[in-house]
């Protein structure tokens, strides 16, 4: 069964966990862009270990949020001042 979170956030500040998960993101791009633009700095081998390092945490912080949020819904409500 759902729990329902009433919220006058109509974004994700609601969910500190998923907020967590994307402050990784960046870093992804950072990577993208090494990887694709960039003059070769790393060995394969630490380059590799970076990208598994991400991979981990990334999904560490979703299973974390999903444990946390998975049975959870959030109503938008009008803040009542």
Not at 4 to 24: H, Q, R
Not at 52 to 59: H, P, Q
């Amino acid at each position: 069964m759902s729990k329902i979170i009433k919220t006058t956030e109509d974004g994700w500040d609601c969910a500190p966990a998923i907020m967590e998960v994307s402050e990784l993101l960046p870093q992804a791009r950072e990577m993208y862009h090494e990887i694709q633009c960039c003059k070769r700095s790393m060995s394969a081998k630490e380059m590799l270990s970076d990208l598994n390092d991400f991979v981990t945490d990334l999904k560490q912080r979703i299973d974390d949020a999903a444990e946390e949020l998975g049975e959870v819904e959030f109503q938008t409500v009008e803040d009542a001042e």
